[in-house]
């Protein structure tokens, strides 16, 4: 529970399906607990040779694209009547990193078993295990299946 008494619950978001379920689960378990959503999604930078003085595009910065994707996934997960209060977060950073912050004050953290990151067919990606193993709450990982 945060400092304030508000229940909370952090959900990893990245577009992928097993972003998407999670934030519907997430949901699901606000609605029963009477807790609010924070959905973050996080994006980065990588510096590569040659781009020093690179500035991006406003419309293609990635926290314009990130704040997108975020909703969407949103509006996939609940549609336009959200059954409780969803919050939305970018954060440039790693996705580990961010989310095991967010943990620290959190109820609860809800992550896809991998997201677009992961290597295909992996049961865990490095996400989820890095939360599993340094959250400062509960962890739930929500598995999806793939076709390969």
């Known amino acids: 529970m945060s400092g304030d008494g508000e229940r909370r619950i952090v959900v990893g978001v990245d577009g992928s399906e097993a972003s998407i379920r999670a934030l519907r689960w997430a949901v699901?378990?606000?609605?029963?607990?009477?807790?609010?959503?924070?959905?973050?999604i996080c994006w980065e930078i990588t510096?590569?040779?040659?781009?020093?003085?690179?500035v991006p595009d406003e419309q293609l910065f990635p926290g314009n694209l990130a704040e997108q994707v975020l909703?969407?996934?949103?509006?996939q997960a609940v549609g336009d009547e959200r059954p409780v209060e969803i919050r939305s977060r970018t954060e440039q950073g790693g996705p580990?990193?961010?989310?095991?912050?967010?943990?620290?004050?959190a109820d609860q953290l809800v992550v896809g078993n991998r997201g677009h990151g992961s290597l295909a067919g992996a049961?865990?990606?490095s996400v989820g295990?890095?939360?599993?193993?340094?959250?400062?709450?509960?962890?739930t990982i929500i598995h999806t299946t793939t076709r390969t």
């Open 28 to 40: 699901t378990q606000a609605v029963f607990s009477g807790s609010v959503v924070e959905a973050i």
């Open 47 to 54: 510096p590569y040779l040659g781009m020093a003085g690179w």
């Open 71 to 75: 909703a969407e996934a949103i509006g």
């Open 96 to 105: 580990a990193r961010v989310l095991v912050e967010a943990s620290a004050d």
């Open 123 to 125: 049961l865990l990606g």
């Open 129 to 139: 295990f890095a939360c599993a193993h340094s959250a400062k709450c509960p962890v």
